[in-house]
């Protein structure tokens, strides 16, 4: 059984920081692919971050400058260092593994960005 947890949500002014932390557990063999993903109310999941093991980044045009994943393929933690957060970066972030034994997504951290 594999189980990842995220922490570090919470509510902040605009402007503001938050750091996500992903921690995997369980019969993990090989972590291939992690990734944060988010969902506003009324919209569609959509990716934010990836990083691949060896490192290889991408992020979705609008945290772009401003997030950056990062992983600790040691721990079998991820994390994701979000700055100069807008209100529009209000939403349920989760995270996701690849690998093997399959595919696992996190049970999700409320961000909310608000004054």
């Known amino acids: 059984q594999v189980q990842l947890v995220e922490s570090g949500g919470g509510l902040v002014q605009p402007g503001g920081s938050l750091r996500l932390s992903c921690a995997a557990s369980g019969s993990i063999f090989s972590i291939y692919w992690m990734g944060w993903y988010r969902q506003a109310p009324g919209k569609q999941r959509e990716l934010a971050a990836s990083?691949?093991?060896?490192?290889?980044?991408n992020y979705a045009d609008s945290v772009k400058g401003r997030f950056t994943i990062s992983r600790d393929n040691a721990k079998n933690t991820l994390y994701l260092q979000m700055n100069s957060l807008k209100p529009e970066d209000t939403a349920v972030y989760y995270c996701?593994?690849?690998?093997?034994?399959?595919?696992?997504w996190g049970q999700g951290t409320q961000v909310t960005v608000s004054s």
């Open positions: 990083i691949s093991r060896g490192g290889s980044t």
């Open positions: 996701k593994m690849e690998g093997v034994p399959g595919d696992y």
